[in-house]
Antibody
Framework: EVQLVESGGGLEQPGRSLRLSCAAS????????MHWVRQTPGKGLEWVAG????????EYGDSVKGRFTVSRDNAKNSLYLQMNSLRPDDTALYYC??????????????WGKGTTVVVSS | DIQMTQSPSSVSASIGDRVTITCRAS??????LAWYQQKPGKAPKLLIF???SLQSGVPSRFSGSGSGTDFTLTISTLQPEDFATYYC?????????FGGGTKVEIK
C-alpha cells in the first residue's frame, strides 16, 4: 500500500523559511515523479512543484518560483520542499503526491494527508 | 499559463441522477486532462486520466470524455458516496493547473 507522510509544517513569520518533508513507502520511489500540491482553507487546489524520478526535470508554479525548491533523496525515499521568503498567502495545507510515471508532468495517483503551513506575524 | 474553468461550481442532485460536470481549458491540452474527487477532510483521489481512462478501482459509473479544450466528467447513476467536490487538472504544460472545483450536493 502506498503511504505518503508529510511533516514539517507549522506557524512561521513572513519572510522566514520552512522545510517540508514527505516520507514515502509501499512503492519503488525512484520509479516515479513526485509533486507538491497545496490547498487553502475552503478553496481549491494549486499545484506547487513537480520533480521527475531522477531530479532531472523540476518545475514550479508561478506563485512559488524563485522562493521554493523541491528536491528528493531516492536513497531515503523522501521528498522535500524548501520554502523561503514565506508570505501570508503561502498559508495552506500542503500535500505530497505520487506521480503516475517517471515524468514531472504526470498525474498524481496517490496523496498524503497533508501538513499545514501558517504564515503570520 | 493554461486556465481551467469548471462549470457549474455546484450542483444539487438526487441519488440515481445522472450528473455532468464540464471543464474548459483556455488553450488546447490534447487529452492531458485528469479528474479528481475530494471529500471533506480528505486528500483528492484520482478518478480519470488521459481524459477518458478510468483509474484502477474507480467504479464504472464514472466516465470522462473530450479533447482539446472541452472535457466532461459524467456520473451515470449518482450514489451516496459520490457527494464530493470534483476537480479537473491539465498536465499538458507547466505549470500544471487545476479547475476551481464543482461541488456535488444532495438535493
Amino acid at each position: 500500500e502506498v503511504q505518503l507522510v508529510e511533516s514539517g509544517g507549522g506557524l512561521e513569520q513572513p519572510g522566514r523559511s520552512l522545510r517540508l518533508s514527505c516520507a514515502a513507502s509501499g512503492f519503488t520511489f525512484d520509479d516515479y515523479a513526485m509533486h507538491w500540491v497545496r490547498q487553502t482553507p475552503g478553496k481549491g487546489l494549486e499545484w506547487v512543484a513537480g520533480i521527475s524520478w531522477n531530479s532531472g526535470h523540476i518545475e514550479y508554479g508561478d506563485s512559488v518560483k524563485g522562493r521554493f525548491t523541491v528536491s528528493r533523496d531516492n536513497a531515503k525515499n523522501s521528498l522535500y520542499l524548501q520554502m523561503n521568503s514565506l508570505r501570508p498567502d503561502d498559508t495552506a495545507l500542503y500535500y505530497c503526491a505520487k506521480g503516475s510515471s517517471l515524468v514531472a508532468s504526470s498525474v498524481t495517483d496517490a496523496w498524503g494527508k497533508g501538513t499545514t503551513v501558517v504564515v503570520s506575524s | 499559463d493554461i486556465q481551467m474553468t469548471q462549470s457549474p461550481s455546484s450542483v444539487s442532485a438526487s441519488i440515481g441522477d445522472r450528473v455532468t460536470i464540464t471543464c474548459r481549458a483556455s488553450q488546447g491540452v490534447s487529452n492531458w486532462l485528469a479528474w479528481y474527487q475530494q471529500k471533506p477532510g480528505k486528500a483528492p483521489k484520482l478518478l480519470i486520466f488521459a481524459a477518458s481512462s478510468l483509474q484502477s478501482g474507480v467504479p464504472s459509473r464514472f466516465s470522462g470524455s473530450g479533447s482539446g479544450t472541452d472535457f466532461t466528467l459524467t456520473i451515470s447513476t449518482l450514489q451516496p458516496e459520490d457527494f464530493a467536490t470534483y476537480y479537473c487538472q491539465q498536465t499538458d504544460s507547466f505549470p500544471l493547473t487545476f479547475g476551481g472545483g464543482t461541488k456535488v450536493e444532495i438535493k
